[in-house]
């Protein structure tokens, strides 16, 4: 049997890159847009964002102290920054299916039905690990730092310092 006659039959012909470039232009424009709708639904929380992923930092901050801003934009930027991540990470189904819309015309029967187990429990754990992460690792992290600190410093923890959830979070 030849790999042509296993193969999907709208997947015999080939198209040409101009075709393919087209296509992958189309999903990356409705990936963007659905990021910038989230966003821009998500944007008049922004600050309520902030105050909520900064808890486990907050929490462990000495009695009395708080975050200070560096610069003279932080204090707009970092909730606009954290919100447009937010909107990202909640946008990963919707990333994932024009991933796959874009790249399953080119498999196989078979291994269409293999992706789609993956695809589910992939976003499913990348959310549980994202929980996991701000219920449990952060509180114990910034806790240890903050305890290490020697005598006499005082820890003044800058807005941005809320941008150490990001890489733990997948960015």
């Known amino acids: 049997m030849s790999s042509s006659e296993t193969c999907d ?3 015999k012909h080939s198209l040409p890159l101009i075709t393919h470039l ?5 999903r990356l424009l409705r990936v963007t847009a659905i990021v910038m709708v989230l966003f821009l639904s998500l944007v008049y929380f922004a600050n309520d964002i902030y ?3 900064a808890i486990p930092l907050s929490s462990q901050l000495p009695e009395g102290s708080s975050m200070i801003a560096t610069g003279v934009a932080t204090p707009f930027f970092t ?9 990202f990470f ?3 189904p919707a990333i994932l299916h024009q991933v ?8 196989y029967k078979h291994e269409r039905k293999l992706i789609w187990p993956l695809v589910v429990t992939s976003a499913l754990l990348f959310y549980l690990g ?7 690792v952060f509180p114990l992290a910034f806790s240890f ?3 290490t600190a020697p005598e006499g410093v005082t820890i003044a923890t800058g807005l941005c310092s809320i941008y150490v959830l990001l890489p733990v979070c997948g960015l």
């Open 9 to 11: 039959p709208q997947t």
């Open 22 to 26: 087209l296509e992958l232009r189309d």
């Open 51 to 53: 105050h909520y992923l």
């Open 79 to 87: 909730p606009i920054k954290l919100t447009i991540v937010l909107s």
């Open 90 to 92: 909640i946008a990963i």
């Open 100 to 107: 796959w819309a874009f790249i399953a015309p080119g498999l």
């Open 130 to 136: 994202m929980a996991f992460s701000y219920y449990v």
């Open 145 to 147: 730092f903050t305890s």
